[in-house]
């Protein structure tokens, strides 16, 4: 080394966060192949490896492709340009959709078959079938068809986002049979996309494919014509918001406006069946303006994620997931009020082992109580029928000061949103869009009552959206209480979102944009360095993401000194853990069951004083510090931190059944079983110690 020269420092590894959430998406789809689960629940699995991708490719592959065309060089964290990222993207993607289809033909069409259920092809109908199909045809389908001829007088039509279209190549009979005519049938949204045949025998349950249907009677719509070819086809469009929210009035009617407008986007993926003619296909990309890089064909039904619902379809609960109730913990399942029980003692709930109930119950009290005079509640993502918006409006009609903060630009939540924010305004809530440029992602209700000894605040903080029917599927933490500094600072946290508030002063919840990667850092920082001083020293994490760089780097700088730290993450990583002199004392194991795990819980050994633990809304990831309003909040009773630490942190790591392990390779390994010892299921246990629960109370 020449003198004066400085040490070069050890390259630092990172995962790409687009590969890491493709190796997400295939966990997923290993969930499809997996004989732990009920079969009915494993088509469920693959329709979500569908949803997953086309929220991916409308989103991140639409970015890409945008930076690629515009020659941004902007690289990403392991120094990929934006046409790798897409070379790579486009290699792993299709791998797996082959290997999904492969999933759908091989393994879950015949465990349905051995049950008694079939998926049947239009090459497998008789007679009959087809006689009961044509009816069909006619009756519910035919009517709602409009056919559209592509010649000189019909230009080629706006195909809509993720609609199903067939493409039809018709000759005149008789005619010169080299002369084409297209034409497009798209199919209403409105139509079923799985159909129950109602003919033949009636001892097996029997569907089959609204677009199988369409291809045998898609001649009905051309008479005079010959049909020579149909193949369905699917656009995926550019979904990204773009407006300037400093220049816009309106923002309701602008966000409107601009979800009219995402059917005109950019396509960025064509999916369409396999086998089509070559002449056909250039000439609908032609029309969309795509490559041939950009077309998937497709070995099957298109749009897999039409089975999600299937098992309504199918009356087999032996099927499904054995009927799961939550569970009303004590003491809110005795008839007293929520506000003398969180006068006592702060509450934590565990969704979706603990009832949801009490959160609602909560506003809904809040709403009826007299002596309740205001209620401030943010909402992300809610259900249609939400009890919550509900009692919000009934709390304004009841005369309380009602105060709503409703996120416009939740992502495919946006046309919702926009009419639950009309219907609260209608009851006379004041409906507020939080600040500018930045989404309000965090989850707190905030009550404030009169009491003899004056107005009290009481507050609801979560890791979960107000939602009823997804506090039912997703794992997620609740915590209620009325201790003095938390409210105090949740209803500044308010009146920031409502006013205007630069630099708002948080010393007891971490709000993100404000304090929150700041504080976050300091605590890996503190941890790495009683490692140096020789205190103990521990970091656990459970995050639905990590992909935040300069966090990465200071738990490299963690692991370097020694702390031993634990990262529970179910999607995007870009840390690579076990990587000699750079993350060997650093594990990340990712969980996929039947509940989706959402809960964010933070843990830090914290030397020789009292360990901290912290829950919230936030994943350690750019958007999550620097881009939304996260809040996340302290467990400081000794009860409830125990909870959290010994009956959740701590149990989560001894999964072996559903958790599998990141490796260097950036693969996911199952963990090896020692000893011998019974598979572990974390979601199973919780759910068996409810059942306990529940016994013993009765």
């Given at each position: 080394?020449?003198?004066?020269?400085?040490?070069?420092?050890?390259?630092?590894?990172?995962?790409?966060?687009?590969?890491?959430?493709?190796?997400?998406?295939?966990?997923?789809?290993?969930q499809a192949m997996s004989k732990k689960y009920p079969v009915l629940e494993r088509v469920k699995f693959l329709s979500f490896v569908s949803s997953n991708l086309d929220e991916f490719f409308e989103i991140r592959v639409a970015g890409l492709m945008q930076q690629a065309d515009s020659q941004v060089s902007?690289?990403?964290?392991?120094?990929?340009?934006?046409?790798?990222?897409?070379?790579?993207?486009?290699?792993?993607?299709?791998?797996?959709?082959?290997?999904?289809?492969?999933?759908?033909?091989?393994?879950?069409?015949?465990?349905?078959?051995?049950?008694?259920?079939?998926?049947?092809?239009?090459?497998?109908?008789?007679?009959?079938?087809?006689?009961?199909?044509?009816?069909?045809?006619?009756?519910?389908?035919?009517?709602?068809?409009?056919?559209?001829?592509?010649?000189?007088?019909?230009?080629?039509?706006?195909?809509?986002?993720?609609?199903?279209?067939?493409?039809?190549?018709?000759?005149?009979?008789?005619?010169?049979?080299?002369?084409?005519?297209?034409?497009?049938?798209?199919?209403?949204?409105?139509?079923?996309?799985?159909?129950?045949?109602?003919?033949?025998?009636?001892?097996?349950?029997?569907?089959?494919?609204?677009?199988?249907?369409?291809?045998?009677?898609?001649?009905?719509?051309?008479?005079?014509?010959?049909?020579?070819?149909?193949?369905?086809?699917?656009?995926?469009?550019?979904?990204?918001?773009?407006?300037?929210?400093?220049?816009?009035?309106?923002?309701?009617?602008?966000?409107?406006?601009?979800?009219?407008?995402?059917?005109?986007?950019?396509?960025?993926?064509?999916?369409?069946?396999?086998?089509?003619?070559?002449?056909?296909?250039?000439?609908?990309?032609?029309?969309?303006?795509?490559?041939?890089?950009?077309?998937?064909?497709?070995?099957?039904?298109?749009?897999?994620?039409?089975?999600?619902?299937?098992?309504?379809?199918?009356?087999?609960?032996?099927?499904?997931?054995?009927?799961?109730?939550?569970?009303?913990?004590?003491?809110?399942?005795?008839?007293?009020?929520?506000?003398?029980?969180?006068?006592?003692?702060?509450?934590?709930?565990?969704?979706?082992?603990?009832?949801?109930?009490?959160?609602?119950?909560?506003?809904?009290?809040?709403?009826?109580?007299?002596?309740?005079?205001?209620?401030?509640?943010?909402?992300?993502?809610?259900?249609?029928?939400?009890?919550?918006?509900?009692?919000?409006?009934?709390?304004?009609?009841?005369?309380?000061?009602?105060?709503?903060?409703?996120?416009?630009?939740?992502?495919?939540?946006?046309?919702?949103?926009?009419?639950?924010?009309?219907?609260?305004?209608?009851?006379?809530?004041?409906?507020?869009?939080?600040?500018?440029?930045?989404?309000?992602?965090?989850?707190?209700?905030?009550?404030?009552?009169?009491?003899?000894?004056?107005?009290?605040?009481?507050?609801?903080?979560?890791?979960?959206?107000?939602?009823?029917?997804?506090?039912?599927?997703?794992?997620?933490?609740?915590?209620?209480?009325?201790?003095?500094?938390?409210?105090?600072?949740?209803?500044?946290?308010?009146?920031?979102?409502?006013?205007?508030?630069?630099?708002?002063?948080?010393?007891?919840?971490?709000?993100?944009?404000?304090?929150?990667?700041?504080?976050?850092?300091?605590?890996?920082?503190?941890?790495?360095?009683?490692?140096?001083?020789?205190?103990?020293?521990?970091?656990?994490?459970?995050?639905?993401?990590?992909?935040?760089?300069?966090?990465?780097?200071?738990?490299?700088?963690?692991?370097?000194?020694?702390?031993?730290?634990?990262?529970?993450?179910?999607?995007?990583?870009?840390?690579?853990?076990?990587?000699?002199?750079?993350?060997?004392?650093?594990?990340?194991?990712?969980?996929?069951?039947?509940?989706?795990?959402?809960?964010?819980?933070?843990?830090?050994?914290?030397?020789?004083?009292?360990?901290?633990?912290?829950?919230?809304?936030?994943?350690?990831?750019?958007?999550?510090?620097?881009?939304?309003?996260?809040?996340?909040?302290?467990?400081?009773?000794?009860?409830?931190?125990?909870?959290?630490?010994?009956?959740?942190?701590?149990?989560?790591?001894?999964?072996?059944?559903?958790?599998?392990?990141?490796?260097?390779?950036?693969?996911?390994?199952?963990?090896?079983?020692?000893?011998?010892?019974?598979?572990?299921?974390?979601?199973?246990?919780?759910?068996?110690?409810?059942?306990?629960?529940?016994?013993?109370?009765?």
């Open positions: 080394m020449k003198k004066g020269s400085q040490p070069r420092k050890k390259k630092v590894p990172y995962f790409n966060r687009e590969l890491s959430w493709l190796a997400f998406n295939r966990r997923v789809l290993e902007e690289l990403s964290m392991d120094g990929l340009g934006p046409k790798e990222q897409l070379d790579q993207i486009q290699a792993h993607a299709r791998a797996l959709v082959d290997d999904q289809y492969k999933c759908w033909h091989q393994m879950l069409i015949p465990a349905m078959k051995k049950q008694g259920i079939d998926f049947n092809t239009p090459d497998t109908l008789s007679k009959a079938d087809l006689e009961w199909m044509k009816h069909y045809f006619e009756t519910e389908v035919y009517p709602v068809l409009t056919p559209l001829a592509i010649d000189p007088t019909h230009p080629f039509p706006q195909i809509g986002n993720k609609t199903l279209n067939l493409i039809v190549w018709v000759q005149s009979k008789g005619s010169n049979p080299d002369i084409i005519h297209m034409a497009i049938i798209p199919v209403p949204r409105i139509l079923n996309r799985i159909v129950k045949i109602e003919s033949g025998d009636r001892k097996r349950l029997r569907f089959i494919f609204l677009s199988d249907i369409l291809k045998i009677f898609a001649h009905t719509l051309f008479p005079g014509y010959h049909t020579r070819a149909v193949y369905a086809f699917r656009i995926s469009r550019n979904s990204n918001l773009y407006f300037d929210e400093e220049e816009v009035e309106n923002l309701v009617t602008k966000i409107e406006e601009e979800l009219w407008n995402l059917r005109k986007n950019a396509a960025v993926r064509l999916e369409v069946e396999q086998g089509i003619e070559e002449v056909l296909l250039e000439e609908l990309l032609k029309q969309i303006h795509l490559k041939d890089e950009h077309v998937y064909r497709i070995n099957g039904p298109l749009n897999l994620m039409r089975l999600r619902d299937f098992e309504d379809m199918v009356p087999r609960g032996d099927l499904k997931f054995k009927n799961f109730i939550p569970y009303v913990r004590p003491p809110l399942n005795k008839p007293e009020s929520i506000f003398k029980i969180l006068s006592r003692e702060d509450i934590l709930l565990h969704h979706p082992y603990d009832s949801f109930t009490p959160v609602v119950e909560f506003i809904e009290q809040a709403a009826r109580d007299p002596q309740v005079f205001a209620i401030k509640q943010t909402l992300y993502r809610t259900s249609g029928d939400s009890p919550i918006i509900k009692a919000l409006k009934e709390a304004s009609l009841n005369g309380k000061q009602v105060t709503a903060l409703v996120e416009l630009k939740a992502r495919f939540e946006e046309a919702n949103n926009i009419q639950w924010a009309r219907e609260l305004e209608e009851a006379d809530v004041h409906v507020v869009y939080g600040l500018t440029h930045l989404k309000t992602h965090c989850k707190c209700c905030l009550v404030v009552r009169r009491e003899p000894e004056g107005l009290k605040r009481y507050c609801h903080l979560g890791t979960g959206n107000y939602n009823p029917k997804t506090a039912r599927l997703y794992t997620d933490i609740s915590y209620l209480t009325a201790t003095e500094d938390i409210t105090k600072e949740a209803a500044d946290l308010f009146n920031t979102l409502t006013g205007f508030a630069r630099s708002p002063n948080f010393q007891i919840l971490k709000v993100a944009p404000f304090n929150l990667h700041r504080e976050i850092n300091l605590l890996i920082r503190k941890e790495a360095q009683n490692a140096r001083d020789g205190k103990p020293a521990k970091i656990v994490a459970k995050v639905n993401s990590l992909i935040d760089q300069e966090t990465i780097d200071n738990l490299y700088t963690a692991s370097i000194a020694g702390v031993e730290i634990l990262l529970i993450i179910r999607g995007i990583c870009g840390l690579v853990p076990g990587v000699k002199g750079v993350s060997e004392n650093i594990r990340v194991i990712s969980i996929l069951g039947r509940y989706l795990e959402h809960s964010r819980v933070y843990y830090f050994e914290n030397g020789e004083d009292h360990s901290n633990v912290f829950i919230g809304s936030a994943d350690w990831m750019p958007r999550n510090f620097f881009r939304r309003i996260e809040c996340v909040f302290p467990i400081r009773s000794p009860n409830l931190k125990r909870r959290v630490v010994n009956e959740l942190l701590n149990k989560y790591q001894l999964d072996t059944k559903f958790a599998k392990e990141l490796q260097p390779s950036g693969e996911y390994m199952p963990i090896k079983q020692t000893n011998g010892k019974k598979e572990f299921s974390i979601q199973e246990y919780f759910i068996e110690e409810t059942e306990k629960l529940r016994t013993n109370l009765i």
